[in-house]
């Protein structure tokens, strides 16, 4: 019975590594401003509820050496960082565009701290992220990463072999995405941003006596502003593919890591 008893916890501490590893890479569970101790608490929870589930298909196979259970937990750790990683990628997409934007308008030397990623980024930059992360609530994400921890148990079991190797690909695959995605973000603005400095400089031509250079700034960030407020119900509707993307490569990562 004890060591029944012992099994199951043994179990339990896999999934909670699991649970703990997307945790960490997740940008919305990883929010410093979000406590600890709730983020440790709905961990634990998570972990209760799967554990039923996985409890008595895996609790046999528990190794009986620590070396190898440590190894396990490692591997639990790292596969959920791996699934946290990816999202964090897509929505560093938010975060790249923003940047584009920034720059564009002239605000590029404009930084503040953003509260996800904890980094000075450009004012547009930091909009770009909460926006991003409004979407990702209302598109029910935090509820899709959830299923996403549950569907990698049916796909990387806690005991079954996985394999790093191909990992990279689907990694690079989803960087080459998220900048095909950042740039498809910001194509509109630089596009408008450009006919304006084609305007001004045409106005600079035949109107030598004005002071473009003074004039130039404030009509960019007017005209940015002001293009990036038309585009929000677009942005909305290109966020919310750019999670079902997101979810889809987190599923194409997870048999990346069953090709033994």
Known sequence: MELLLVGKFQTFLLILARVVGIFVGTPFFANRNIPFQAKGGLALFISLVLFPGLADNFGAKIPQEMALYAFLVSQELLIGLVIGFACNIMFTVFLLSGQFYSLQMGLGIINVMDPLSQLQLPIIGQLLSLYGLLIF????????????????????????????????????????????????????????????????????????????????????????????????????????????????????????????
């Open 137 to 260: 609530l209302l598109v029910g994400g935090h509820h899709l990463v959830i299923i996403a921890l549950h569907r990698s148990f049916e796909i990387v079991p806690t005991f079954g072999p996985a394999s790093f190797g191909p990992l990279a690909k689907g990694l690079i695959d989803m960087f080459a995405r998220m900048f095909a995605a950042a740039f498809m973000l910001g194509m509109p603005i630089i596009g408008v941003l450009f006919l304006c400095s084609v305007a001004m400089g045409l106005l600079s031509r035949a109107a030598p006596q004005m002071n473009i250079m003074m004039l130039g700034w404030p009509v960019n960030i007017f005209v940015g502003l002001f293009t990036l407020i038309i585009l929000v119900p677009a942005l909305f509707g290109i966020g919310r593919e750019i999670f079902e993307e997101l979810f889809a490569g987190i599923d194409r990562i997870l048999y990346s890591l069953t090709l033994v």
